[in-house]
Structures are given as structure tokens and as C-alpha cells.
């Protein structure tokens, strides 16, 4: 259970700072579920790119 709620903590941080939480996601698979595995990625896939891009931070040159 470690690895969920880092997973909650990283989507609140993410919320904090105004990123979308769905850039953070979990998936169960195991090792033997090979064809659960590879659409869990592509579903990963389809949703980080329909995301929008993030924003570019400025760099403050000295």
C-alpha cells in the first residue's frame, strides 16, 4: 500500500501546484499478466497525450 499513497501524495502535490493530476497514474499488474500490462501503457499513452503541454518555467538569467 506504500506505493498508493505516494501516489495520492504526488497527485496532491501536483494539484498544489497547479499540474493535472491525471499525469499520475497507477496501474496493478502482475508479472504473468503481460497483455494487461501493455494496455495499461498505451492507456497511459493516450492520456498523457491529450493532456496540454506543461508550462515552461522561466529561467532568470544572473
Not at 23 to 34: D, G, H, K, T
Request: positive net charge; aromatic residues 8%.
Amino acid at each position: 500500500m506504500v506505493a498508493y499513497e505516494h501516489v495520492q501524495m504526488l497527485k496532491r502535490i501536483f494539484k498544489h501546484l497547479g499540474i493535472s493530476e491525471d499525469r499520475i497514474q497507477q496501474y496493478f499488474c502482475a508479472a504473468a499478466e503481460v497483455e494487461n500490462f501493455v494496455n495499461s501503457m498505451n492507456d497511459i499513452t493516450k492520456k498523457i497525450h491529450a493532456l496540454p503541454p506543461l508550462p515552461k518555467k522561466k529561467i532568470n538569467p544572473k
